[in-house]
């Protein structure tokens, strides 16, 4: 018979009562409003997301890499086993308490990849750091960008425009430096993200990692030389959800 589930510890958020469960050693959930953000024993597609990701900076100098969304660390951890002992990998989170979590309980989870000497954790908003790095050239510009947010781009999430829609996708690409990546997990696919994508100057690839059942997404865009389209609009910045805890 399966043990219960008990609660480490929750904090009331916007989106409701966010919680980190456990059960046994390593058996955890962070649950928000009783809906099951992630699984301690079902981090595939984030490992995969931040492989792809990575893995082709390995032998690169000094390679930078923003990850958005902490969550377990599962895709920090990935992240950093794939890169070099000199890469910079910033991780913005929105809620302190999940860093707290990852330095605590979680920390056997990743082997503390959140105290990694080559990881900075900021608490803010992801979309903030990228657009810092769109204006500030691509001397000061990302090798690759990670988003593992809360649910992803997918056709109806009117409130992922400002990380998704066609302006945000402009900035990122302006916050990459050449021939960066811009990878991006997703509860669903979107046919649309991907049309944005390419629009917005990336050569688009897409996996749905596992096996069987209902599969998340990997969206892995590649910076072309090829500039973007005529579209240069600003992201629409509505109201914020705390989606960085994945």
């Not at 958005?68 to 002992?85: H, I, Q, V, Y």
């Not at 082997?111 to 900021?122: K, N, Q």
């Not at 990878?183 to 979107?190: L, Y």
């Not at 050569?203 to 030389?225: L, N, W």
Request: proline residues 5%; aromatic residues 6%.
């Amino acid at each position: 018979m399966a043990k219960p589930w008990q609660v480490v510890d929750s904090i009331e958020t916007e989106e409701g009562l966010l919680e980190l469960r456990r059960r046994g050693e390593e058996d955890f959930l962070i649950t928000i409003d009783n809906r099951v953000l992630m699984n301690s024993s079902a981090n595939m597609s984030e490992v995969v997301l931040a492989e792809l990701a990575c893995e082709p900076l390995k032998d690169k100098k000094n390679p930078r890499v923003l990850v958005g969304g902490l969550g377990m660390g599962f895709t920090l951890k990935a992240a950093l086993d794939n890169l070099p002992p000199d890469a910079e990998v910033t991780v913005a989170e929105l809620t302190p308490v999940v860093v707290e979590w990852c330095r605590g309980p979680l920390a056997a989870l990743t082997g503390g990849a959140v105290d990694d000497p080559r990881v900075t954790v900021v608490i803010d908003d992801v979309a903030s750091l990228i657009g810092e790095a769109a204006r500030s050239g691509q001397d000061h510009g990302f090798d690759a960008i990670i988003l593992d947010l809360y649910e992803g781009p997918y056709e109806g999430n009117q409130e992922g425009e400002y990380l998704y829609g066609d302006g945000a996708l402009s900035l990122s690409r302006a916050a990459l430096k050449p021939g960066g990546v811009f990878a991006v997990w997703s509860e669903f696919p979107d046919r649309a993200f991907e049309k944005r994508l390419q629009a917005a100057g990336f050569a688009v690839t897409r996996q749905s990692p596992g096996r069987g059942g209902r599969r998340h997404v990997v969206y892995i865009a590649k910076k072309t030389s090829v500039e973007a389209g005529s579209r240069k609009t600003s992201p629409r910045r509505g109201k914020e959800r705390k989606r960085h805890i994945r």
